[in-house]
T-cell receptor, first 113, second 113 residues
Framework: NAGVMQNPRHLVRRRGQEARLRCSPM?????VYWYRQLPEEGLKFMVY????????ESGMPKERFSAEFPKEGPSILRIQQVVRGDSAAYFC???????????FGQGTRLTVV | AQSVTQLDSHVSVSEGTPVLLRCNYS??????LFWYVQHPNKGLQLLLK??????LVKGINGFEAEFKKSETSFHLTKPSAHMSDAAEYFC???????????FGTGTSLTVIP
């Protein structure tokens, strides 16, 4: 059973481009969480999804950011028109149920130049 | 409301000496608490979790943590530090529904040979 898979591991984008970050949860996990880790800071919650539904997006910026978790395929975190301040590590986690431990991917490190 | 405070941003210990990483939490409900470790350029790995069973929780790699409700603390300890323990450690609390994990800002552990 592979762990949570995130790709790409590293992503470089120019200002104004779009960034797409992918997360495949562990087998049997239907809950996905996205977190952002800015330099020298802890992880900040962005969004919580179950299959085809956004449950809680209270941590997601209102502009330019969106997330989905389709019935088939990985969860996608999409950042449109990236700016330098979007440079961070983005972690995805999955869990089998609510209130059980989450397993984290290795993260995608986004650099905006 | 849920939150976590990690009292030390950096901790340095000598190899073979005890480790203490401090964490205080705030939760409106009976919390579930976790410690995660993040090695450089790696994803987060679960060290241990507390979910209202025994208050002293044993984790991997010789780590343990004690849930103290009266002190709202969940400090992480290890009797003898190893060089491989050098990493970033995150204390985490979840909501009673488990759909958000609240992270502390992390404690960077340095182990001196």
């Amino acid at each position: 059973n592979a762990g949570v898979m995130q790709n790409p591991r590293h992503l470089v984008r120019r200002r104004g481009q779009e960034a797409r970050l992918r997360c495949s949860p562990m087998k049997g996990h239907s809950h996905v969480y996205w977190y952002r880790q800015l330099p020298e800071e802890g992880l900040k919650f962005m969004v919580y999804l179950q299959k085809e539904n956004i449950i809680d997006e209270s941590g997601m910026p209102k502009e330019r950011f969106s997330a989905e978790f389709p019935k088939e395929g990985p969860s996608i975190l999409r950042i449109q028109q990236v700016v330098r301040g979007d440079s961070a590590a983005y972690f995805c986690a999955s869990s089998r149920q609510e209130n059980t431990e989450a397993f984290f991917g290795q993260g995608t490190r986004l650099t905006v130049v | 409301a849920q939150s976590v405070t990690q009292l030390d941003s950096h901790v340095s210990v000598s190899e073979g000496t005890p480790v203490l990483l401090r964490c205080n939490y705030s939760s409106s409900y009976s919390p579930s608490l976790f410690w995660y470790v993040q090695h450089p350029n790696k994803g987060l790995q679960l060290l241990l979790k507390y979910t209202s069973a025994a208050t002293l929780v044993k984790g991997i790699n010789g780590f343990e943590a004690e849930f103290k409700k009266s002190e709202t603390s969940f400090h992480l300890t290890k009797p003898s530090a190893h060089m491989s323990d050098a990493a970033e450690y995150f204390c985490v609390v979840t909501t009673n529904t488990g759909n958000q994990f609240y992270f502390g800002t992390g404690t960077s552990l340095t182990v001196i040979p």
